[in-house]
């Protein structure tokens, strides 16, 4: 006979642990960008976010015209890891955390206001106060009477359904620095900035109206109409390359391959520049993973081979169903997938495949003689000439300026050796003991912005370097 002992119940600190859910890896965009995720979910056709300065006042709020929740539903909402809430197989959602812990990772407090009667304006609202809870260290939201709501957080909702998220005392979005005077002001300009960006590439697909479901959708920052990023450039003259369907366990991922064209056969210099992305063409080369049509990674080669200048045309997607989100490994954030083994040996061919035809349109492509860049004169050395590396080969790419020495990836991820794909010879002694000691103290990414910035500015020092 096995005898049991009694159990008690642990009701985690609530101070304790929201105060660390602060810290799950969001940046500013990628908590929008999640937020936005729920808006999606809820069938809205229209989100509009807006970052308004006004020094410690300051507030961010993303509004939609999606379904709208009941107040039983956004106090659901607000629990952390919510049991009641069942996930359709196309949802952007998973955890029942985004909401929370997105929110949370920028601003102290959270009013959410719901409406979901066309005909009648009843409006539902719910708190999350950071300072309340750590004063009482209890799991407790507020009911606002209506009084209390302030008209930022219900005037979207006065002519229909949706629902505002409303983000204040945004602590960790001005951080430290003076909030009065200009500076709040500008800073937050420029992160509309960037989540206009973030945004057209995220959700690209579902302002175009290329994404599984009935109506496209409008997003706008600032009252600025968010226009979408196509990675792979299909109104340009981009080579498509065969798709495959690979089985991952139970599920299939969708693998379609692309060349983009160097940049004399863009129709215009604008569009070759708004083609580089983000991170610029060398950085955005590689797999874009999608996740329900919403894109999760923008470019890497995710350890399948290392960034070359050579191949930087060639880009593929990647789309899996949240079916196999285990197997990829995707975070709370939204922000990282590992791909499973038995899609990597999958992918091993295909992408050689894909990287040697980028290579070959890229070395027969036509160098722009409009407007050349001037030669960078050589900078004074003791060394004897025939030992200094020899020019490096001008890039079509580029409208003419040198071409950067093949990257190596972070962490020693790509191919085997030291030596590309493409043939690009072995980096320097010294540039790759620099690398290798970066990885070993974990400063391998500011080891790369600090490569990429002497490419840049002082390309005889790089080259010295063996970059």
Known sequence: MVTRGRTEEVIPSAARLLGSLRDLGYDFVNAVADIVDNSVSAGATEVHVVLHPAGTDSWVRVADNGSGMAGATITEAMRLGTGQREYSSDELGKFGLGLKTASLSQARCITIASRTHPARAVIDCRRLDLDAIAASDRWEIEVPAAADRPETVVGPLKSGPGTVV??????????????????????????????????????????????????????????????????????????????????????????????????????????????????????????YIY?????????????????????????????????????????????????????????????????????????KSKPRRDNPAPPIPPRPTARNDANRPADRPRDPGTGGRPAETPQRPPGGQGTSGNVSESGGSAAAPAGRVLEETARTLGYGTALESIRDELRRRHPEVARDLGW
């Open 291 to 363: 996740r329900a049509d919403r894109m999760i990674q923008s470019g890497g080669w995710s350890w399948l081979r290392g960034y070359d200048e050579h191949i930087k045309l060639a880009r593929a997607a990647v789309e899996f169903w949240p079916d196999l989100d285990e197997a990829f490994e995707i975070n709370v954030a939204k922000t990282r997938v590992k791909l499973p083994e038995e899609l990597r040996d999958q992918l091993k061919p295909l992408v050689t495949m894909l990287t040697r035809r980028a290579d070959d349109r890229y070395r």
């Open 166 to 287: 409303l983000w204040d005392r945004l602590d960790r979005v001005l951080g430290r620095n003076d909030p009065f005077g200009g500076w709040s002001h500008r800073h937050l300009l420029k992160l509309a900035e960037r989540l206009d960006q973030h945004l057209g590439m995220v959700f690209g697909r579902f302002l175009t109206g290329e994404a599984r479901r009935l109506f496209p959708l409008t997003l706008t920052v600032n009252g600025t109409k968010v226009e979408a990023w196509d990675p792979f450039c299909l109104d340009e003259r981009t080579e498509h390359l065969p798709p495959h369907e690979l089985r991952v366990g139970g599920g299939l991922v969708r693998y379609r391959p692309y060349v983009l064209p160097p940049q004399d056969d863009f129709r215009d210099d604008e569009t070759w520049r708004r083609a580089s992305g983000p991170n610029q063409w060398n950085r955005q080369q590689g797999l």
